[in-house]
């Protein structure tokens, strides 16, 4: 139903600041960039300890982290809760698949575009700001996260695998996908789980007690 040159799509929750729209159309001034990523910010931060939590990990991962991501143009992901695309583009690529990250795969499908047109660029937007509702108590948060990184297994291991090559992707987004998409995001959890193990079988409960206290107390004090 989208008739406009540029489609902006949003999560029914979120909100934006009122130059959203005089903020991300600059960026379609260049040819090159088909889509660009939005910055988040959690609204309902005030409503529990869980989302005070990821109010921080919003501003470090998403602000931060995709600000930097961007200028190496790695952008790993054009969130579905506020993307901004040339409508032509995302119609030419089949729009969005009504599956399971429909944000995540289309990002990775645009990407599969990069080898051929190496001049593309997904900027990020980091003075755009959208708000939207975080998960306020634990099972909610738990419960998201486990649907993300199952996205993600099934992302990289089924629908997508084939297409992770230099071929499509160009060596810097091969690699980069390959190590952090790969090695951090689907194998490090892995890992964690059996490092954990493994010092619980292996040492005694007042040592894992006490770094446990350590660590917690550093992240409840940050």
Known sequence: MASGEIVINADADT????????????????PNVPALGGALRVRNINESIWTRMQSIEYLISMQGGKTGLAQWNFLNNISGAFGVFRREFLMQIGGWDT?????????VRIKQYFKRHPNWKIPFATLA???TDAPAD?????MQRLRWDGDLLFLYFRKHWPAFTPKLLGWG??????????????LMPFIIVLY?????????????????AVIYSLYFGC
Not at 99 to 107: I, R, S
Not at 176 to 186: A, D, I, K, S
């Open 196 to 212: 954990g193990a493994g010092i619980i079988l292996l040492y005694p409960w007042q040592f894992i007690a006490s770094i446990s």
């Open 173 to 186: 987004t091969f690699l980069f996908t390959l190590f952090y998409g790969f090695l951090q995001n689907v």
């Open 15 to 30: 909100s934006f600041d009122n130059d959203m729209v005089n903020q991300v159309v600059p960026y379609f001034e260049d």
């Open 129 to 131: 700001i959208g708000h």
């Open 138 to 142: 634990l099972k909610t948060l738990v």
């Open 99 to 107: 599956h399971t990250a429909e944000d995540l795969d289309l990002t």
